[in-house]
Every structure is written in structure tokens, then in C-alpha cells.
């Protein structure tokens, strides 16, 4: 009554105002003093209609009928204004009739009839769900969106608690933030998607909402409750989530290339694909493979047992299943019966969404191993085979446990990429190692032993193939006996990597025993060297030759473009012999020079090549210095120095070969002296 501003009118049965309410002064412009017992035609109808409305008072009178509708009321102004009009009679205690007309201002009320109609066509034509709830939180209304929403009838809401029909546990927090709105009258406006299930579903069907809740209060500000306004994102909940899905899918496959294959190392890589997928793609991940692959003795077989090689095997957190599992090293027979037997010889993925006992049984080597993974929990399951150039050499097994999630064909097509990529840098690994054993055995078998006697000289050498390489170089040492109790010590370095530079130092350390055999001094044979060194293709080789004679203790040293030997002697720091450096054998025609140098009973003499002291970070004089520095410590044996120039010059990262040869010189008795 007072959002329509009616103005209450009682007359009694003649005709005389006997109740004159606020608003009727406010509608009509006379006060209740001016209107209480005048006549209400004369005073507020033209004369004009006093006839009509005489019968229409009559009728309501006389009938008990009300009568309603639009009529020019005049004001005391003596203006004219139209009123929506009700009129009808009452009845006292003592049975006295009486005539109520209620009134509003026509204009007002069609302004409010419009707003009404607008707000109920747009309350139940909106997409958006709207619910009243009291302050109880009870539902009082619910349009119709809401209804197709929830699945259940407005008439079912009605008077029900919102719980009662929002039963998931995830519509705890807009219950709590309807109450919080309740006491703070401040709106909550597109709360945090809430994730949930509708209580009509049968199906585990996930939606997804955005709530916005305000207080509804009355014209004197008493709280009559919330309006709860519900959004259904679930398309754009489902669009963003598959988004982020497709970025973490691309994130891991960028990962995957930048952290898989970064060395020629077949059991490295495997460790660094398990890196990846765990705990982003798996709870845990083992990468095996087939024996034959690796070890090229072993025949491939296609029936009866898989015999399979486990490289690396990781969880992202402790869990019974890694015993369920084989080791890294570790090789063990799968039935072909076995998911990981089937993987590998169809090269086919097999993917394993809800697995059972059954399938546990399959995926596991034996029953215990079973029992484990059933103990661990593990619930999903994949096995993806290592194929690279249309051959498969082991297989990718990836188990969910803690993960509630089961694997889907988009994580087998991630983990299908993942596997291929690794496949590549495992197929290489095997290839590259494979060259790798076949030159180091060849340079291997072309290094000297040393002669078990050389007059007055002690020696100890070493061999250390490149570290972070995977293909050997062509570094060699060889000690020569020559006549007249003389001894040759030489070290050379073929440029380049591989068994062409192992062949290659093979051929110029035999033409090397050759010319030394024929007592030529150390200049004509690096001539002679590099004779031959010119038509190996273009190689390239630098050499040290040094020929000591133990009788006069001088030793006569050239050098072909090699680093400097150190002369170690007692009481003196170690240095670098200043010789004519000369250039590499193989660039021809340019002539080598031959110095001597005399050693004194205890002095040695270290001889090198260059990836001793070379690397990728340091200047080659720090270098130096180093050396000096290592050899300068006293009282250690040959074998001792060794170890020690190996140990704290060399690096993980070293992409060179090192040949090393000590030799210190002895007292020396000739035959037949006295």
C-alpha cells in the first residue's frame, strides 16, 4: 500500500467521509479536516458526474459488489487527475454499512503495472537462474532457469532449505556466503566458478556456476532475505579447462625436447624422459628395453618370453609400486602374455583407462609384483613402445595411483610423442656407443705395452678416452727401444675424432717404430712423418719425438707443433722446455729443428697432448700454470703423478682424448762396467 501510495477513503452510508488516511490528503490535496464529514461527490466529483456516481454508490451499497476503475477525481486545487478507484462496502459489529474507496494515481499505477510486467517477463525469460531464499535461507521463488538447472520444479523448491536441495559439499561455500551477505548487506557478485553436480543428475556429470548473491530488504530496511543470480559456465568452464590441458600437453612436449637427449647416453636419457613425465604426466613411469637391443649378441626373439633391460625407473612419491618394478640394470623375462610383451611386438600403445586385478596381473612381471601395484593403488595404465626408424626397442610403462584421474587418449598421445622422441636419442645413444667401443678397442689395441726393461729409465703412461664425447680421438704415446741402450719417447695427436683418426695414429705410430728403428735422429723422422702424414687424407697430427741416451743423459727432443714437455727436477719448479715449436705434420716442406737437453738421476719428463690442459673455458696459459702447479708437489711415484694430472685436470665436460707419458731418468750401470 505504501510502495502504491492508495489513498484509503470510508464513507458512511450516507455518503459522508468518516476515515481520511495520509496519502488521501497527498492524492486528493485535502486535509483530513477540510475532508471528515462533508458529502465525498461534492467534494471530489464535477457536478457533471454526480448522478453516475450516486447510482454507482448505490449499487455497491445496495449489492455488496465492489466496483473498481479509472475516474477524474478533482482536486482541491480544481484540478483534475484520473485515480484507479476501488470501491466496496464493510460491515461493523453493530451492522452499520460503510463504503471503503481505495485510490491510487492512474498514471503511477500503469508505470508500476509496466515495471512489474517488465520484471516478471524478464525474471522468467532470463538464462540466468534466479532464487528468492529467506532468512532462513528457504526458497521462496525460483524462476524458470533455475528449474531447467537444477532438474527439479519450482513447486519442489518452495519452503525447502537451500542444502536440502543443493546437496554437494562444494555448495558449502555459497551457502556460507549467502549467510555472510545476510549479516553484511555487501553483495557477492560472480563468486569463483563452483564446481558441482546437479541434484537432478543421475550421471556424475560435473557443472560448472558463477553465484552472485544480494540482500533483499523492504522500503523501511528490514531484511526479507537474498536473490541468488546463477550463471551456467560450464561450456566456457570446459573450453578453459581443455585450454589449460592443451597449454600443460605443449609445456610438457617443449620440456620433453629440451631436457630429453641432451647426451649420447643410452641410460642418461631414459632417466631424463622418466624426469619428465613424472609427476606432470604419471604417478610413476618406467622405461625398459628390449635386451636384444642393447646387447647385439642376443638374438631378437617373437615368441615365448620378452627379455627386457630396465634404464630408469622414478615415483613422485614413495610407494610400493617401485618394488613392483625392475630396477635400473636390471633384466627380467615378461610372459607374452604381458602388457609390456604385447606393447613390443605389435608396436602398438596399449591403453589401460580402469584397470582391474585382472590387468594388474597382466601389466606386473609375476603375481607378488601384481599384489604390490594392487597395494599401491595403481588404477590406470599405459604402455607405449620405444620405436625409432620402424624398429622397437623397449617400451614406456606410465601407472596413475595417488592421481584419481584415468589416463585418456590425449595422455597417450603425449606420452606416444614423448616415447618417439626418446626412441631417436636412444637409437643414436646405442649407435654412437656402439662406433665408440669399436674405436676405443681398436685404439686401445694399438697403444703400446712398455718394454719390461729400459736402461736408466722408469716410466708410466695413460690413455683417458673423452669424457662428454662418444666418439675417441687419435691421441697415442708409444716408448721405442733403440740401439746403443737408447730409448725413444713420443706423444702425438691426429685432429679429428673416431676410427678414421684412431686408423689413422695407428698407421703413423707404426711408420714412427719404423724410422726409429732405423736410428734416424729426431728430425728425419718428423720429416719422414710428415711425408707420410700428407697423403692421409688431409689429416693433421702434431708430435713430440724425444731419443735419450742414458750414457751421456742428454736427450734430443723435436717438436712438430706440439705443446711443450715439463722438466721436473728436484729443488727447482717444474717448467716448460723452450724448444722450436715447428709445425704439424702434414702441412709439408717446412723443417724441424732438434734439441737437446740434459737430465740429471731423478729428473722427469712429462709429455702430453693437449687434452690435458685445452678447454672450452680457461686460456690455454692458466692452463699451464695449472700443470706446473700439480707437478710441483714432491716425493711422489710416477704412477702417483699420473692419477693426479687425470684427476685435477681433467672435467666431466672434456671433449678430448689425453695421452700421458712420464719418464724419469735412472742411474745407469753399462754392461760390463766395473
Request: hydrophobic fraction near 40%.
Amino acid at each position: 500500500m505504501d510502495l502504491l501510495g492508495v489513498a484509503a477513503v470510508l464513507l458512511d452510508a450516507e455518503g459522508r467521509v468518516v476515515l481520511w488516511s495520509p496519502h488521501a490528503e497527498e492524492l486528493y490535496g485535502y486535509t483530513a479536516e477540510e475532508a471528515l464529514g462533508q458529502y465525498a461527490a461534492r467534494l471530489l466529483v464535477s457536478e457533471e458526474h454526480w448522478d453516475w456516481v450516486a447510482k454507482k454508490f448505490a449499487d455497491v451499497m445496495g449489492t455488496g459488489q465492489t466496483w473498481g476503475g479509472t475516474f477524474p477525481v478533482r482536486r482541491k486545487d480544481g484540478s483534475t487527475r484520473l485515480v484507479e478507484l476501488r470501491n466496496m462496502r464493510l460491515l461493523d459489529d453493530r451492522g452499520d454499512f460503510y463504503a471503503l474507496g481505495l485510490g491510487t494515481d492512474s498514471p503511477t499505477l500503469r508505470e508500476l503495472e509496466r515495471d512489474v510486467a517488465l520484471s516478471t517477463r524478464l525474471i522468467h525469460q532470463s538464462p540466468i537462474g534466479i532464487a528468492i531464499l529467506d532468512s532462513d535461507l528457504r526458497y521462496m521463488s525460483v524462476n524458470p532457469a533455475l528449474e531447467r538447472m537444477h532438474g527439479i520444479p519450482a513447486k519442489d523448491h518452495l519452503g525447502r532449505h537451500y542444502r536440502a536441495i543443493m546437496k554437494d559439499a562444494r555448495f558449502e561455500m555459497p551457502e556460507a556466503a549467502m549467510r555472510q551477505v545476510l549479516e553484511s548487506g555487501v553483495p557477492l557478485i560472480d563468486q569463483s566458478t563452483i564446481v558441482g553436480r546437479s541434484p537432478a543428475d543421475a550421471q556424475p556429470r560435473l557443472h560448472a556456476w558463477t553465484i552472485s548473491v544480494y540482500r533483499l530488504e523492504d522500503t523501511r530496511g528490514r531484511v526479507l532475505g537474498v536473490a541468488e543470480l546463477v550463471t551456467d559456465v560450464t561450456e566456457r568452464y570446459q573450453a578453459a579447462k581443455e585450454a589449460t590441458a592443451t597449454r600443460r600437453r605443449l609445456a610438457l612436449l617443449a620440456d620433453g625436447s629440451a631436457r630429453i637427449g641432451t647426451t649420447l647416453d643410452v641410460a642418461q636419457t631414459a632417466r631424463e624422459l622418466a624426469d619428465v613425465t613424472v609427476p606432470e604426466l604419471a604417478d610413476v613411469v618406467s622405461v625398459d628395453v628390449l635386451d636384444s637391443a642393447i646387447d647385439e649378441h642376443r638374438p631378437h626373439s617373437t615368441v615365448g618370453p620378452a627379455f627386457f633391460r630396465a634404464l630408469a625407473l622414478k615415483a613422485a612419491y614413495p610407494t610400493e609400486a617401485l618394488e613392483a618394478a625392475d630396477p635400473p640394470g636390471h633384466i627380467a623375462a615378461y610372459d607374452d602374455d604381458r602388457v609390456a610383451t604385447r606393447c613390443v611386438r605389435t608396436g602398438r600403445p596399449i591403453l589401460i583407462a580402469h584397470a582391474d586385478d585382472d590387468d594388474l596381473t597382466c601389466i606386473a612381471r609375476d603375481d607378488h609384483a601384481a599384489t604390490l601395484l594392487a597395494r599401491a593403488g595403481v588404477h590406470s595404465y599405459m604402455a607405449v613402445p620405444l620405436t625409432a626408424r620402424a624398429t622397437v626397442l623397449g617400451f614406456l610403462g606410465l601407472s596413475r595411483a595417488r592421481d584419481p584421474r584415468p589416463f585418456d587418449e590425449d595422455d597417450l598421445a603425449i606420452a606416444a610423442e614423448l616415447a618417439s622422441r626418446t626412441a631417436v636419442c636412444i637409437d643414436n645413444a646405442r649407435t654412437h656407443q656402439s662406433v665408440r667401443n669399436a674405436a676405443e678397442t681398436l685404439q686401445r689395441s694399438l697403444l703400446p705395452r712398455h718394454p719390461p726393461h729400459l736402461p736408466g729409465l722408469q716410466i708410466a703412461s695413460r690413455y683417458q678416452p673423452a669424457q662428454a664425447a662418444y666418439e675417441i680421438g687419435g691421441d697415442w704415446y708409444d716408448v721405442l727401444p733403440l740401439g746403443g741402450d737408447r730409448t725413444a719417447l713420443v706423444v702425438g695427436d691426429v685432429m679429428g675424432s673416431g676410427i678414421d683418426a684412431a686408423a689413422a695414429m695407428g698407421r703413423l705410430r707404426t711408420a714412427t717404430a719404423a724410422f726409429a728403428g732405423l736410428d734416424l735422429d729426431p728430425t728425419r723422422v718428423l720429416e719422414q712423418l710428415d711425408t707420410i702424414t700428407s697423403g692421409l687424407e688431409q689429416y693433421i697430427a702434431t708430435c713430440l719425438y724425444a731419443a735419450y741416451d742414458p750414457h751421456s743423459g742428454e736427450c734430443q727432443i723435436a717438436n712438430a707443433g706440439h705443446l711443450p714437455p715439463v722438466l721436473v727436477r728436484r729443488g727447482h719448479h717444474p717448467q716448460l722446455l723452450d724448444l722450436p715449436t715447428g709445425t704439424p705434420l702434414g702441412v709439408g716442406g717446412v723443417p724441424f729443428e732438434t734439441t737437446t737437453v740434459g737430465l740429471e738421476p731423478g729428473d722427469q719428463l712429462v709429455l702430453y697432448t693437449d687434452g690435458l690442459v685445452e678447454t672450452r673455458h680457461h686460456p690455454i696459459d692458466e692452463r699451464l700454470d695449472t700443470l706446473l702447479r700439480v707437478l710441483a708437489a714432491p716425493d711422489r711415484s710416477l704412477e702417483e703423478t699420473c692419477d693426479r694430472l687425470l684427476n685435477d685436470l681433467r672435467q666431466p665436460d672434456d671433449h678430448d682424448d689425453v695421452a700421458l707419458l712420464i719418464a724419469r731418468r735412472l742411474p745407469f750401470a753399462p754392461a760390463g762396467a766395473a
